[in-house]
């Protein structure tokens, strides 16, 4: 069974992530600080399926060990999907550099660092995935939103750099931008801010953590194989 790694795979995306990638021939290692609930009954039903590795990725610096260990529990790992990420807001001018801080090392500086040594042995093998979750704002923008969305600008651009070097191995690197999904991180977006959102979109509708999960497990399918550097928006046509 192809090993594939999901970060922030406790809850929200990253859990429907699991929960839709349980649904093929992969066997999950999850990483996020702390192990939900949720995320603890999917092991039970799924017995050998899932593994939990705790990791707090404010802390850079212990990456690659945990790289290596993943490497040793669990053999080449096949896929790799950088989902956890925080998502503070507030107006630049008055944003606590530690916010920004965080910001910086959960949403850009970890996955970078995770990718660097878990593509190691993918290019050994000659074949991976990289999927990074990025958001429409990496290209829309949204006022409270300035660092985020250039933290999520970032991984954008790392998606398309990183597919060059390393697609004559047999790896493809891809972004999924999400519009916005229900979920804890935006727990305090509702009522007439919601219903706007779903009034912008041609479906009249908002995109689910599911929908963007099939968008996921889409992309590291053989049926995506030839798809490489490219951005899968999951937004119910937000941004159309
Ligand atoms: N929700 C949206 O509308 C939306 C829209 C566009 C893009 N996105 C993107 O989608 C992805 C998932 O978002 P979500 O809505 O599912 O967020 P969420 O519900 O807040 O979940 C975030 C996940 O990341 C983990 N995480 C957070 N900080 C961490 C840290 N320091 N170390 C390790 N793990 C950490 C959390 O687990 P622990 O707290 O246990 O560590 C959790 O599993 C993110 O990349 C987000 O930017 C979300």
Known sequence: ????????????????????????????VAISRSCSNALQDLMHRHPGRITFEPYDFN???????????????????????????????????????????????????APLLLTKYLIRPMLLNGQGRIINISSIMAGTGFSGLAVYGATKAALSGFTRS?????????????????????????ASLQGQKLESIKRRSPLNSLASVEDVASGVSYLLGDSASMITGSTLTIDAGSTA
Not at 4 to 16: D, F, Q
Not at 166 to 186: C, D, K, L, S
Request: proline share 1%; hydrophobic share 40%; aromatic share 2%.
């Open 59 to 109: 802390n850079t610096t212990e990456i690659h060990d945990l790289a290596l260990r993943i490497g040793r529990e669990h053999g080449r790992i096949y896929g790799l999907v950088n989902n956890a990420a925080v998502g503070h807001d507030g107006i630049l001018a008055t944003m606590h550099e530690k916010d920004i801080s965080e910001l910086l090392k959960v949403n850009i500086e």
């Open 162 to 186: 990183l597919s060059r070097e390393v697609g004559r191995a047999g790896i493809t690197v891809n972004t999924v931008a999400p519009g916005y999904m229900q979920t804890e991180m935006t």
């Open 1 to 28: 069974m192809k090993v594939v790694v999901v970060t922030g795979g406790s809850r929200g995306l990253g859990l429907a992530i699991i929960n839709r990638l349980l649904e093929e021939d992969y066997r999950l």
